[in-house]
């Protein structure tokens, strides 16, 4: 590749990289910048009080196991979904989203059915279980266990949430006829709306709300912690299930 070509290249992504941050200045603009960091600012702040509130009252070795593995690598999904907010990418958040919810909804099951080998052994039963136990029969499955609610009962909660991720994670005239209806120039390029904004911003609460809900189930004793936080109230109107978790081990 001559060099001409790479400073050429590297020019345009400079372009991509203004057009991104005027996105972002828009973004906060409109939204106001508590709304328009709400991801980092709420659930990165929450990712780490959970694993400093489990890693007080647990020690390291019991914490060695796939459900604290994978959200230990959430904070990166966390900060690269703060990204694409920012830069009007509302489809691939989406679809980050549905990946961060079959993750960790995975993890719990093979908590549920194999709590006690290892690490290394959990992560071989993944291997073996990923072919046959996965989407909406994996997630209903967990969410039945975790919230202690039939098939029914999490379809009619749940199955919306599921159904909007994979909306944007498959190819789908719904979501392509959603999108133009409300911007018609993001399916081509990113650009902040605000309904879509807010929307997606609703999605991440929820899914998150079922991500701090397995922690918690998995790591019971920290709920004592957890119900000494002083900004607990903060959670009343974004995590009504986490709640519901911490209420029943009161």
Request: charged share 25%.
């Amino acid at each position: 590749m001559e060099n001409g070509n790479i400073i050429e290249r590297g020019g345009f992504l400079d372009s991509l990289y203004d057009h991104w941050k005027s996105i972002r200045e828009e973004t906060i603009a409109e939204l106001g910048g508590r709304e328009a960091c709400h991801i980092v600012d709420f659930h990165g702040n929450n990712w780490i009080d959970i694993v400093r509130w489990i890693s007080s009252v647990y020690d390291k070795q019991q914490q060695m196991n796939i459900v604290s593995f994978q959200f230990s690598r959430l904070f990166k999904e966390i900060n690269w979904l703060q990204f694409l907010f920012h830069a009007g990418n509302y489809e691939t958040s989406y679809r980050n989203l549905r990946y961060v919810l079959e993750l960790m909804c995975q993890a719990y099951y093979i908590h549920i059915h194999y709590p006690e080998l290892s690490l290394d052994e959990q992560s071989e039963k993944v291997g073996k279980m990923e072919e046959k136990t996965y989407g909406w029969r994996l997630i209903n499955h967990v969410l039945c266990n975790l919230f202690g609610k039939t098939t029914g009962q999490t379809q009619i909660q749940f199955k919306p949430l599921w159904n909007e991720l994979n909306r944007h994670s498959h190819p789908s005239t719904r979501q392509m006829d959603l999108i133009a209806r409300e911007d018609f120039a993001s399916l081509v390029t990113d650009s902040f709306n605000v309904n879509l904004a807010n929307s997606l911003l609703k999605t991440t609460d929820e899914v998150f709300d079922i991500v701090y809900a397995i922690m918690l189930m998995k790591y019971p004793r920290a709920i004592k912690v957890v119900l000494e936080y002083q900004y607990l109230y903060e959670w009343e109107e974004r995590l009504s299930n986490t709640l519901s978790v911490l209420r029943r081990e009161e």
